[in-house]
Each structure stands twice: as structure tokens, then as C-alpha cells.
């Protein structure tokens, strides 16, 4: 059976048609590697979910060269509307020309709710954003609800790296300038019925005020004391290629440790051995690899936000520790574990 | 050349235990630090001192219900600490940028501002910026070493998997990453004399209320606090199950989830 016209009818009635008169939420897209990042549309979907209760129209802004082509993508991802700022000035993140373009375009459409991600370019953007417009900037957030009686914007933002999140909220300030975690909110639905015309946006030039000299060859990071390290890829005795091990902590950008079988097989030295008699450790991820996990070695592993621990023995201690564990032999997992992260 | 580097503390976060489950924050040593990143941009500034002439003076990045952290700084080699008072505790960045202003201009203005790249606990980053868009300065964030020449600041950030040499005409505002330098301590003796108000040290602690600073109207919050959330309590010992690939996709999903960004 021809459905075409199915295809006809639902795009036309899926032009999107703009709002005069100002306001509304407004995304202000990452573009990475020629692609608008996860996180915009993320921070779309989260805009709509907005809209819906506020009554408002959510629109997004694209800044960079050869932008333009991106514009559908934010349109079938929710944008009611969209701005673009196409010029080679642009090619780069530099604060200032982009500054100056949103700066432009937010005075003249006096938004009420402005999202932006929490990446670099967010956070070098999105405060001085707030402080030009004599907004609120509420950092990090993970979820957001509306007070509707005053149309105020309550985000949640982790504390101490999540352990628990403050409410927050800025009453009285407007614009309300929101910079939301990448992942933190679902990807929304993207509907390639979806269309509109996107806008133009003037760009006024202006200089970068900060001068890339070159690479710092010279520079090494200072060394982060394991005990400190956010990542910790830590080998035990069934391990098996310890070599596979070094390149998963390389792959995560984590530190290599292990347990007192790894140091007797001499993959590690002393300092490295996480044990309660040795270094305790309290990292974002720790990943135990071919460790079994004693009394001594899951003491010093309690505090760490999250373990992933492959061992091939069901009965491993470690997984009672563990969040995540695969019962299987490491030789086997990591190589696809590393492939997988690689994608 | 004057510094002015904005300090701020955390609550030590090995003194507090979240339960997920009920709900609450058990604070078990109410011990407070300097901000791991703030104590980076005090040691950045005092190696500039130290390689040349330069004034550095230590403001907080709140109001402070005591001035700790400013006698730390004095203790740990800065020329000059102002105590500012009389504006809500924890303030927000927003009010705190106003403060600031008034502050560094009643200074008699600075050459650079060095503060933290964010905080330990709420994990904001915007004093920085803000600072640099009232001044109208220029900002690098998340430095991991500057130094200073010629009128200008050279700092190293990142730049994808590697590092680049950036430079900036003074004025500007450089955040610090934490663990980007190797903190000095506080001298012992210096603390001693700064809280026992003797010699020259005690001197250069300064207390500037608020109000002669800003208009009251200028010292509201921006930022409210409407209550805490917790997440769900913590889930262990879920196997993942299938061939190793499967396994593999999985687990490097869940990976990229808690992988510090």
C-alpha cells in the first residue's frame, strides 16, 4: 500500500510556526565535530517538557561556520524555532564573538528561561550570559521542575558530586540561566516531520581577547596521588594479561593499582597496592579486574562512587562490594570491553 | 602588580555520611578546607609573587561566618586579606560578584584576579566569569599553571587530548583547576601571631563590612535554596550476563555514565 501521502499530511501539519513578541526558553547549541552535541538536544527535550507548563515556545541558537545545515536536526529534536549564526568568525570557541552574538540576540528577545550545556563552552558562555543580563545561573543541573504560580524554574544540582542535590531556584531573576548536565536528561524524540525556517542571525565582529600561543609541549600535569585519583583501574591475580589492564586504565584515563596478587606477580610496585594496609582509595569509577576481593582490599574500596569488578569465580567477595559484575574471565571481556569504549 | 585571589571553604566531605535511605546528612567532624581549587589559584599567585614583584591580596568568595581562610592565606603568604562581613552567609555567585567588584575597585583596583575553576561541593564555576564580565576583562578558565610578563598572563589549559599555551593581556580573571599545583602550607608560627593580633602580620588582616561597599538592595540572593533530594539508595551486585561482547557494551555504557567529566 502507497502511504505516502501519510508522510504529506503529518508534515504539513508539523511546520512549526514562531511566536512573536519575545520570551520563551531559549538552547544555545554545542557543536561538536560538525555534529550538534547529545547534550543540546537533551537540553530541548528538557525545554519542551518546560514549555509545555509555561506556555512558552522553545527556541535554539547555532553559532560556528557552516552551521546552517544543522538547523533541521534542532527543529525535529523540539525547537519551535531557530537562530543561526553562520560565519567563518565563528569557526572556533572564542568567548567574546559569541558572546556578542547571544548577547545581541538575548536583549533583543528578552528570553525567560536561557539552557545551556555544561560543557566548556557553557561554562566559559553561560555566566557571563547571567552577569551581562542580570540573570540567575544555576550550574550542573540534573532535573528541573516549574513552580507555575511564579514561573520559576527549581533545578536540581549535585552536591559533592551527586551524593545528594540541592533544590534551587532563582525567583526573582530573569532571565533564569540553566547550564544542564550532558546525560542528565533523556534524549528527546526526533521527529524528521519536523520543519521550519531558521533565522539569521547579524554577527557583529569581535576580537578574541585570548591568544593561543601553540601546544605546551614542556607540560606535564602534576601527578594525582592514587588515593585521590577519579579513576582507578586496579589488577588482581586473575587478571590474566595485565598488559590489557594498563590499556583499559589508559582508555578511562585512570590510574593502574592492584591488589597484593598483582604486586606478587610483579605487575605493580608497593605504592600501588590498594589495601587498608596500603593506599585506601574513594574514586569516581574503580574497576577490579581479576581481583577476588578480601576483607582488607573491599575495606579500602568502600567509599568509591561506583565498581565495576570482572572475575571469573561467582563466589568472588569483590562482587559483594561491586555495582556492576561480570562473572567471566578477564582475558576474555576486556578486549571487547576496550573495543566497546572506543566506539 | 596587584593580585586579588577569592578563596572560599568546604565542609571536608570525609566528616559527612549521606543515607540515601533516610534522607539525611549526618555531618560527624564539622571540619572545614580551603577549596582544593581556590588553594591552587593562592599558590599560583604567590609563585608569581615569588618570580616577581607582585602584592597579593586574599578575598573571600562568600561571606564567611569567621575569617579562617583569610588568615590561612595571610599565614601562607599573602600580603593582605580583607574580611568582608555583613552580607548573608553562603551567598550566592551573583551577589558575590557585586561584593567583589566594589571590593577590588576600593583596593584601588588589581592587575589579575586568580580564583578556583569550581567548588568542591557545589561544583560552581561562575565566579570567575562573572568577575571577568563585570570588570570587562578578559578570562581563562580551568588553568593549570600561569605565569605573568611584560603586562600579560600565560596560562596552560587544555585543548582536546593535549595542552596549549594561552596568553592574556592584564587585567584578566584565570580560574585554577584543583590539583593543578602543589599547595604550600601555612606557616605555624604566622597563624599563631595573626590570631594572637601580634606583629605585622596581624596587621594585614582587614575587615570591610558590606554595606560601605554595596547598596543593601545589592546584597539579596539571587539564588534560593528550596530543599534537598536524594538519589536512590545505591544498588550493588547486579551481574551482567550474555557473551562477552554483550557484557563488554554494557559495562562500557555504565562506564561512561560515572566517568568524571
Known amino acids: ?343 | 602588580m596587584r593580585i586579588a585571589v577569592v578563596l572560599g571553604r568546604v565542609l571536608d566531605p570525609r566528616g559527612i555520611v549521606v543515607n540515601r535511605r533516610a534522607g539525611r546528612i549526618f555531618i560527624n567532624r564539622e571540619e572545614y578546607i580551603l577549596q582544593p581549587a581556590d588553594r591552587c589559584a593562592l599558590e599560583a599567585a604567590l609563585r608569581i609573587k615569588d618570580a616577581a614583584s607582585a602584592e597579593v591580596v586574599a578575598l573571600p568568595r562568600t561571606f564567611l561566618p569567621d575569617d579562617d581562610v583569610l588568615c590561612q592565606a595571610l599565614a601562607t603568604g599573602a600580603d593582605r586579606a580583607i574580611y568582608l562581613t555583613g552580607g548573608p552567609l553562603g551567598a550566592d555567585e551573583a551577589l558575590m560578584a557585586r561584593v567583589l567588584v566594589a571590593a577590588i575597585a576600593k583596593l584601588g583596583g588589581a592587575d589579575l584576579i586568580l580564583t578556583g575553576a569550581t567548588t568542591m561541593d557545589t561544583g560552581q564555576s561562575q565566579l570567575g566569569p562573572r568577575l571577568a564580565e563585570a570588570l570587562n576583562w578578559p578570562q581563562v578558565l580551568n588553568a593549570w599553571a600561569v605565569e605573568t610578563a611584560d603586562g600579560a598572563a600565560r596560562a596552560v589549559v587544555n585543548a582536546g587530548a593535549g595542552y596549549v599555551q594561552v596568553e592574556v593581556d592584564l587585567p584578566a580573571v584565570i580560574t585554577l583547576l584543583p590539583g593543578a599545583l602543589k599547595p604550600r602550607y601555612p606557616r605555624g608560627t604566622q597563624l599563631i601571631n595573626i590570631y594572637r593580633g601580634v606583629g605585622e602580620i596581624a596587621q594585614a588582616l582587614e575587615q570591610w563590612p558590606a554595606a560601605d561597599l554595596v547598596e543593601e538592595a545589592a546584597l539579596t540572593p539571587v539564588v534560593e535554596r528550596r530543599g534537598q533530594d536524594f538519589p536512590p539508595e545505591r544498588e550493588r551486585g547486579v551481574r551482567l550476563t550474555g557473551s562477552p561482547e554483550e557484557v563488554a557494551r554494557a559495562a562500557a555504557e555504565a562506564l561512561r555514565k560515572r566517568l568524571p567529566r
Not at chain 1, 544543522?70 to 523540539?78: D, E, H, N, R, V
Not at chain 1, 521527529?191 to 609541549?217: F, N, Q
Not at chain 1, 586496579?234 to 598483582?262: K, N
Request: proline fraction near 8%; glycine fraction near 10%.
Open chain 1, 1 to 343: 500500500m502507497d502511504a505516502s501521502f501519510l508522510d504529506l499530511l503529518m508534515a504539513q501539519q508539523e511546520e512549526v510556526t514562531e511566536a512573536e513578541g519575545g520570551g520563551g526558553i531559549w538552547v544555545v547549541a554545542d557543536v561538536v565535530n560538525g555534529a550538534v552535541a547529545p547534550v543540546t538536544l537533551e537540553a530541548i527535550g528538557a525545554a519542551r517538557n518546560l514549555a509545555g507548563s509555561l506556555g512558552a515556545y522553545v527556541y535554539a541558537v547555532l553559532l560556528g561556520d557552516g552551521v546552517s545545515g544543522l538547523a533541521p536536526t534542532l527543529y525535529q529534536a523540539g525547537a519551535d524555532g531557530v537562530r543561526v549564526a553562520d560565519d567563518p568568525s565563528l569557526a572556533t570557541f572564542a568567548v567574546e564573538p559569541y558572546l556578542e552574538v547571544l548577547s545581541d540576540l538575548f536583549q533583543a528577545e528578552q528570553p525567560e528561561v536561557i539552557i545551556f550545556g555544561a560543557t566548556p563552552q557553557g561554562q566559559a558562555l553561560a555566566p557571563r550570559i547571567a552577569q551581562r543580563m542580570g540573570g540567575g545561573l544555576l550550574e550542573h543541573v540534573v532535573a528541573m521542575t516549574l513552580d507555575e504560580a511564579t514561573r520559576t524554574v527549581q533545578a536540581s544540582v549535585p552536591i559533592y558530586g551527586g551524593e545528594y542535590y540541592e533544590i534551587m531556584a532563582c525567583p526573582q531573576a530573569r532571565p533564569q540561566v540553566l547550564a544542564v548536565e550532558p546525560g542528565a536528561f533523556p534524549a528527546p524524540f526526533m521527529d524528521p516531520y519536523r520543519k521550519g525556517e531558521p533565522k539569521s542571525v547579524e554577527v557583529k565582529p569581535a576580537e578574541p581577547r585570548v591568544r593561543v600561543l601553540g601546544p605546551a609541549e614542556e607540560f606535564t600535569p602534576p601527578a594525582v596521588p592514587l588515593s585521590q585519583a577519579p579513576v582507578v583501574v586496579a589488577a588482581g591475580r586473575q587478571a590474566g594479561d595485565f598488559s590489557l589492564v594498563e590499556q583499559l586504565a589508559a582508555r578511562l584515563g585512570g590510574r593502574v593499582a592492584g591488589d597484593r596478587g598483582a604486586r606478587d606477580a610483579g605487575w605493580i610496585s608497593p605504592e600501588q597496592i590498594v589495601d587498608i594496609r596500603g593506599v585506601t582509595v574513594a574514586p569516581q569509577v574503580y574497576v577490579a579486574v581479576g581481583i577476588r576481593g578480601d576483607t582488607f582490599h573491599n575495606a579500602a574500596v568502600e567509599n568509591a562512587h561506583f565498581i565495576l569488578a570482572i572475575h571469573p569465580d561467582p563466589t568472588a567477595p569483590i562482587f559483594q562490594v561491586a555495582d556492576l559484575c561480570i562473572e567471566a574471565d578477564p582475558k576474555e571481556v576486556l578486549p571487547a570491553l576496550i573495543a566497546a569504549l572506543e566506539q
